[in-house]
């Protein structure tokens, strides 16, 4: 499964990005998808996921109230509405799909993984 991510850019804080995450084809299993990001000179960390059918979703603390995850399985993708940014938020975002249908905050559960999109949110 390939993944190619889409809709970063620069913004100012307390504006909105919607990322998009388009995979190749539908897993062969029913497979959560998550969001991860990396800072420069931080490790990957994670951001949100959703199981297979949507109907469980999971935030990092960072993204609670702000951030949305979302899957529409008929166009195999994922996205991640980002509201009220701040500079903080600024990273890489990869959208991943999980090795379960469930939703999982470690990287190691993830198979797939996309390019990443580059984020800047400035002060």
């Known amino acids: 499964v390939q993944l190619q991510a889409s809709g970063g850019g620069l913004v100012q804080a307390g504006d909105s990005l919607r990322l998009s995450c388009a995979a190749s084809?539908?897993?062969?299993?029913?497979?959560?998808m998550g969001w991860f990001r990396q800072a420069p000179g931080k490790e990957r960390e994670f951001v949100a996921a959703i199981s297979w059918r949507g109907d469980r979703t999971d935030y990092a603390d960072s993204a609670k109230g702000r951030f949305t995850i979302s899957r529409d399985n008929a166009k195999n993708t994922l996205y991640l509405q980002m509201n009220s940014l701040k500079p903080e938020d600024t990273a890489v975002y990869y959208c991943?799909?999980?090795?379960?249908?469930?939703?999982?905050?470690?990287?190691?559960?993830?198979?797939?993984w996309g390019q990443g999109t580059l984020v800047t949110v400035s002060s």
């Open positions: 084809r539908r897993t062969s299993s029913n497979n959560a």
């Open positions: 991943a799909v999980s090795l379960t249908s469930t939703t999982g905050r470690t990287s190691n559960t993830y198979r797939y």
